[in-house]
Structures are given as structure tokens and as C-alpha cells.
């Protein structure tokens, strides 16, 4: 049986341990995900505030007819730290891997 599968199967997912080295995801891949928070939770904070004040008939038509205007939330100028490496400091790369591949896509 192969460790992934034996983990899945103990339902041990270093929670309480460090990940070994083999197990570990790139930087790359962290980072994308918590961008992707950031995007997701503009998303679920415009759903709660539709159906906090709408009724159903309501929020439907306001989904999905043409605005005039439009509201997101978004996160400015993030500081993050994965493992104790800084990877965003005030919105700007500083990860050397990460700041490389910013800088390359524009």
C-alpha cells in the first residue's frame, strides 16, 4: 500500500506533526490556494449579505440581472507567512521562487 493511500486510509494528515519533505506541496502551489481565499470570500460575503436582507424571489432577480454597479470584497496589501517563510509582505512577492514567477507573468 502506498503511504498517500495509507494515510488517507489512518486519517493522518500531520495535523499534529510536520509534513516529511516527500509529502510537501511547492510554494507555488500553497500560494495559489490562499490567493484563491481571497477571491472565494468576496463571493460568499456578497451571497450572505443577499440572503441576509432578500427573500428568495429577491435575491434571485438581483443575481442575475444587469447591474449598474457591482461589489466585491477583496483582500489589499496581505501579509503571509507559510511555515514560518514569508511568502507576501503588504501585497508584494518576497518569496525569491514566488517574486521570479510574478514578476515573469507581469
Request: hydrophobic share 45%; proline share 2%; net charge neutral.
Amino acid at each position: 500500500m502506498s503511504n498517500e493511500k495509507e494515510r488517507l486510509q489512518t486519517g493522518n494528515d500531520y495535523a499534529t506533526e510536520r509534513v516529511p519533505l516527500n509529502e510537501r506541496k511547492s510554494i507555488a502551489s500553497v500560494a495559489l490556494v490562499a490567493s484563491g481565499f481571497c477571491i472565494a470570500m468576496s463571493g460568499l460575503f456578497t451571497g450572505a449579505a443577499m440572503a441576509a436582507g432578500l427573500n428568495v424571489k429577491q435575491a434571485l432577480i438581483a443575481a442575475f440581472r444587469v447591474a449598474k454597479s457591482h461589489v466585491d470584497g477583496i483582500c489589499l496589501e496581505s501579509s503571509v507567512w507559510l511555515d514560518g517563510v514569508q511568502i507576501l509582505d503588504e501585497g508584494k512577492y518576497v518569496h525569491p521562487e514566488l517574486k521570479e514567477l510574478a514578476r515573469k507573468l507581469g
